[in-house]
């Protein structure tokens, strides 16, 4: 059973920085179990949207243009975590964070019924 917990949100003032985890757990399961993995966020009242998108064969990366320059996604072989740092915040960046994967290629890598797996979330609350 693949499971994927996130932890490292919390509440920053407008510019500073967090960090963000996505810990892939599961007999025999890796991040590179993973094609594709993302992450995606949900402010209140407002639908999931994605963030940053990984391909963990070739290590592309692709963002969303409010993250672009300000986010970088990566992955911890060691630790079999998927990260997110995230700069330079904005309280227009507080929501729910959520870590997505999928065992296939990233095709639509932006459309949420991509991914198979989905972790509870983390709250990032941004004030100004």
């Known amino acids: 059973q693949v499971q994927l917990v996130e932890s490292g949100g919390g509440s920053v003032q407008a510019g500073g920085s967090l960090r963000l985890s996505c810990a892939v757990s599961?007999?025999?399961?890796?991040?590179?179990?993973?094609?594709?993995m993302a992450w995606f966020r949900q402010a209140p009242g407002k639908e999931r949207e994605g963030v940053a998108v990984i391909y963990t064969s070739g290590g592309s990366t692709y963002y969303a243009d409010s993250a672009e320059g300000r986010f970088t996604i990566s992955l911890d072989d060691a630790k079999n975590m998927m990260l997110l740092q995230m700069n330079s915040l904005k309280p227009e960046d507080t929501a729910m964070y959520y870590c997505a994967a999928d065992p296939r290629a990233c095709g639509a890598r932006w459309w949420l019924y991509a991914y198979k797996y989905w972790g509870q979330g983390t709250l990032v609350t941004v004030s100004s």
């Open positions: 599961g007999y025999t399961y890796s991040v590179y179990y993973m094609e594709c």
